[in-house]
């Protein structure tokens, strides 16, 4: 019998890495994003605090944490890999053919989606993803069920020696709630690889074999008892029902018992939502006259109903795109239960103020230098905080994870056939997703011969999704020492010609550097030029207490022009709207000093008053 230890507030993405050391899964990879960044983090704790050994790394990409973990279960341990939704695009390949080649021990893959979005590219549902490699998949739909669908998961994955999805979407992953803690278990297995061309080295005349053995896993988790979803409202007696899965399942829960609907109608929670239970979708079509589905974010469940008259999203009954908020959804019982709409509240929905850099960031001043440079430059860009630089000029594309590079390339071609006088390309990218998707592109580019300037904004750490290592950094996961893995080494290696290294905190000096990389793009025998931008994230107070500190104030001779606030928006340069100038909140300056050269008139004072000499 398993013995609860504790209980603990834990957030959903606390709750999967409980989960995974609860399950004795010896090797977690994962690549940091949002929603999912925190899922290794707290492996590392919850395994550290457990003193049980398992191998915990940051990967440089998701393919690359999917491979690391498959070749693990392979030796018959527990293995997991978590990343966001858009991380399972990178991993996709291998994920695909996982499924037709199996695992050996328990292989789980958390894929954390993003419905809305609220920070990513897409909208996807990797449950559909799922589906399409024929993988199963559970969908949590709080921080408890996240815990113990992990476990599950585990326990279907060595059963049928298939890679098994715990999909949470952002909801569960920051939301909170009292877990229950139990003991690791004890999975005492000695690595063991069991020689097998035939499955492990699968060339195609073995593939229909290993497909028709795949589709047979998949026929008999469809009928596993166990997995028949439960009715969680409604008597039964109903002649229509609900069918829900995830957060969205719970949001329908509380409306329905906000609203005093709980006897009106059958409400049945899916936790696997595919393969969706055989005998659950017969029991449907032949019991009930309407059947509503309601899920987040592709109609996964409703498209296995095979069943024209059910209401979802692939009938545009549920809004067939974006998130399922409770407000969305109360809309959608209310059309379906044939009930009066209540009053809208129309206090929400008023706008908040954009993001941006923080203050005294180094990429802010890395794209006001390249943008003072080229005013007439195209700037394709990346995924990272530097995004932002798209809020003053210095950002015009941004696809995916290191497209940035060959989008350059592309831009270049296209322009270089018009004639010599192509604009000058300036692509940035930063440290973490040089490393993640970069390389291949900048090899790519440097082979075809393109010419642009690549800036890698190299800020010594992952600092959108919370300050994770670099391979340069040098260290694991769990603080560990590492292989430190240098960029200009690997820059060199993919033939770049002229590289350079530069703080963007020295505006003139970056700026000169810009027009120089430029010469030597456009020389005869030029190519890809390459600088580094190198200043640490200011968000490491260690490297605020180091660098150089500037008392900053805005004088008397502030023309309100505003030029200031366009062109390098630093959230500390305030504009008073009854003065008609600007003012330095010295709440959140941090007098790096680099707005000094940006103001036309002067009347921005900048002197030194600590750190480095
Ligand atoms: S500080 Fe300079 S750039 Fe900013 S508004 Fe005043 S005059 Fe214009
Ligand atoms: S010194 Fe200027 S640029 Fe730096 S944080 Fe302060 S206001 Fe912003």
């Given at each position: 019998?398993?013995?609860?230890?504790?209980?603990?507030?834990?957030?959903?993405?606390?709750?999967?890495?409980?989960?995974?050391?609860?399950?004795?899964?010896?090797?977690?990879?994962?690549?940091?994003?949002?929603?999912?960044?925190?899922?290794?983090?707290?492996?590392?704790?919850?395994?550290?605090?457990?003193?049980?050994?398992?191998?915990?790394?940051?990967?440089?990409?998701?393919?690359?944490?999917?491979?690391?973990?498959?070749?693990?279960?392979?030796?018959?341990?527990?293995?997991?890999?978590?990343?966001?939704?858009?991380?399972?695009?990178?991993?996709?390949?291998?994920?695909?053919?996982?499924?037709?080649?199996?695992?050996?021990?328990?292989?789980?893959?958390?894929?954390?989606?993003?419905?809305?979005?609220?920070?990513?590219?897409?909208?996807?549902?990797?449950?559909?993803?799922?589906?399409?490699?024929?993988?199963?998949?559970?969908?949590?739909?709080?921080?408890?069920?996240?815990?113990?669908?992990?476990?599950?998961?585990?326990?279907?994955?060595?059963?049928?020696?298939?890679?098994?999805?715990?999909?949470?979407?952002?909801?569960?992953?920051?939301?909170?709630?009292?877990?229950?803690?139990?003991?690791?278990?004890?999975?005492e297995r000695e690595a063991r690889f069991k020689k097998d061309p035939s499955r492990w080295v699968a060339t195609p005349?073995?593939?229909?074999?290993?497909?028709?053995?795949?589709?047979?896993?998949?026929?008999?988790?469809?009928?596993?008892?166990?997995?028949?979803?439960?009715?969680?409202?409604?008597?039964?007696?109903?002649?229509?029902?609900?069918?829900?899965?995830?957060?969205?399942?719970?949001?329908?829960?509380?409306?329905?018992?906000?609203?005093?609907?709980?006897?009106?109608?059958?409400?049945?929670?899916?936790?696997?939502?595919?393969?969706?239970?055989?005998?659950?979708?017969?029991?449907?079509?032949?019991?009930?006259?309407?059947?509503?589905?309601?899920?987040?974010?592709?109609?996964?469940?409703?498209?296995?109903?095979?069943?024209?008259?059910?209401?979802?999203?692939?009938?545009?009954?549920?809004?067939?795109?974006?998130?399922?908020?409770?407000?969305?959804?109360?809309?959608?019982?209310?059309?379906?239960?044939?009930?009066?709409?209540?009053?809208?509240?129309?206090?929400?929905?008023?706008?908040?103020?954009?993001?941006?850099?923080?203050?005294?960031?180094?990429?802010?001043?890395?794209?006001?230098?390249?943008?003072?440079?080229?005013?007439?430059?195209?700037?394709?860009?990346?995924?990272?905080?530097?995004?932002?630089?798209?809020?003053?000029?210095?950002?015009?594309?941004?696809?995916?994870?290191?497209?940035?590079?060959?989008?350059?390339?592309?831009?270049?071609?296209?322009?270089?056939?018009?004639?010599?006088?192509?604009?000058?390309?300036?692509?940035?990218?930063?440290?973490?997703?040089?490393?993640?998707?970069?390389?291949?592109?900048?090899?790519?580019?440097?082979?075809?011969?393109?010419?642009?300037?690549?800036?890698?904004?190299?800020?010594?750490?992952?600092?959108?999704?919370?300050?994770?290592?670099?391979?340069?950094?040098?260290?694991?996961?769990?603080?560990?020492?590492?292989?430190?893995?240098?960029?200009?080494?690997?820059?060199?290696?993919?033939?770049?010609?002229?590289?350079?290294?530069?703080?963007?905190?020295?505006?003139?000096?970056?700026?000169?550097?810009?027009?120089?990389?430029?010469?030597?793009?456009?020389?005869?025998?030029?190519?890809?030029?390459?600088?580094?931008?190198?200043?640490?994230?200011?968000?490491?107070?260690?490297?605020?207490?180091?660098?150089?500190?500037?008392?900053?104030?805005?004088?008397?001779?502030?023309?309100?022009?505003?030029?200031?606030?366009?062109?390098?928006?630093?959230?500390?340069?305030?504009?008073?709207?009854?003065?008609?100038?600007?003012?330095?909140?010295?709440?959140?300056?941090?007098?790096?000093?680099?707005?000094?050269?940006?103001?036309?008139?002067?009347?921005?004072?900048?002197?030194?008053?600590?750190?480095?000499?």
């Amino acid at each position: 019998m398993v013995q609860t230890i504790q209980k603990k507030i834990l957030m959903g993405n606390e709750a999967i890495g409980r989960g995974l050391v609860e399950a004795g899964c010896a090797l977690v990879s994962s690549y940091p994003g949002t929603p999912a960044s925190e899922i290794l983090e707290s492996v590392v704790a919850f395994a550290g605090d457990a003193k049980v050994p398992v191998h915990i790394e940051w990967s440089i990409n998701e393919k690359v944490a999917y491979e690391v973990a498959l070749g693990h279960s392979y030796t018959g341990k527990r293995s997991a890999v978590a990343m966001k939704q858009v991380g399972l695009n990178v991993a996709s390949d291998p994920f695909m053919r996982s499924a037709y080649i199996g695992v050996t021990g328990g292989l789980v893959v958390v894929a954390a989606d993003d419905p809305g979005p609220h920070s990513s590219q897409t909208d996807q549902d990797s449950r559909a993803f799922a589906q399409f490699a024929r993988i199963p998949v559970f969908d949590p739909s709080n921080p408890v069920e996240a815990k113990e669908m992990t476990g599950r998961a585990f326990e279907l994955s060595e059963r049928y020696e298939i890679p098994v999805m715990v999909r949470p979407t952002t909801r569960v992953c920051h939301a909170r709630q009292g877990v229950s803690l139990e003991e690791p278990r004890k999975i005492e297995r000695e690595a063991r690889f069991k020689k097998d061309p035939s499955r492990w080295v699968a060339t195609p005349q073995f593939i229909p074999a290993l497909h028709r053995r795949l589709n047979d896993k998949i026929d008999e988790i469809a009928g596993l008892e166990e997995m028949y979803p439960c009715r969680i409202a409604g008597s039964g007696s109903s002649s229509r029902c609900i069918v829900s899965s995830g957060v969205a399942c719970a949001n329908v829960y509380e409306i329905l018992e906000d609203r005093g609907f709980l006897e009106e109608v059958d409400l049945f929670k899916v936790d696997l939502p595919y393969p969706l239970n055989r005998n659950f979708i017969e029991m449907l079509n032949a019991g009930y006259d309407r059947i509503l589905v309601v899920e987040e974010t592709y109609p996964v469940i409703e498209t296995q109903l095979m069943n024209r008259a059910a209401r979802g999203r692939l009938s545009k009954d549920v809004p067939d795109y974006g998130e399922l908020t409770p407000e969305v959804i109360g809309k959608v019982l209310e059309a379906f239960l044939d009930v009066p709409g209540e009053p809208e509240d129309d206090t929400k929905g008023a706008g908040g103020v954009r993001p941006s850099l923080c203050p005294g960031c180094p990429h802010r001043a890395a794209f006001y230098a390249i943008s003072t440079a080229f005013p007439k430059g195209i700037f394709p860009s990346d995924i990272g905080c530097y995004t932002l630089g798209m809020n003053f000029g210095g950002v015009d594309t941004c696809h995916c994870m290191g497209a940035c590079i060959s989008q350059g390339a592309g831009l270049y071609h296209a322009h270089a056939a018009d004639g010599p006088d192509s604009p000058t390309i300036v692509v940035t990218i930063g440290d973490s997703t040089f490393f993640h998707a970069g390389i291949p592109g900048l090899v790519n580019a440097v082979f075809t011969g393109a010419r642009f300037i690549l800036v890698i904004l190299d800020n010594a750490t992952t600092a959108m999704t919370g300050n994770q290592p670099t391979p340069q950094v040098g260290l694991m996961a769990d603080g560990t020492p590492g292989n430190a893995v240098y960029i200009p080494d690997l820059v060199r290696a993919s033939g770049v010609r002229f590289l350079e290294e530069c703080d963007p905190y020295d505006l003139d000096a970056f700026i000169s550097l810009l027009k120089e990389a430029d010469r030597f793009c456009r020389s005869d025998g030029g190519g890809v030029a390459v600088i580094i931008s190198k200043h640490p994230c200011v968000m490491d107070r260690e490297v605020l207490k180091t660098q150089k500190r500037y008392r900053v104030v805005v004088t008397g001779e502030c023309t309100g022009c505003r030029i200031c606030i366009k062109r390098f928006e630093c959230p500390a340069l305030v504009f008073d709207e009854e003065t008609e100038k600007v003012s330095v909140d010295q709440t959140i300056c941090i007098g790096c000093g680099v707005c000094g050269a940006v103001c036309p008139v002067g009347a921005i004072d900048v002197r030194k008053i600590g750190g480095a000499a």
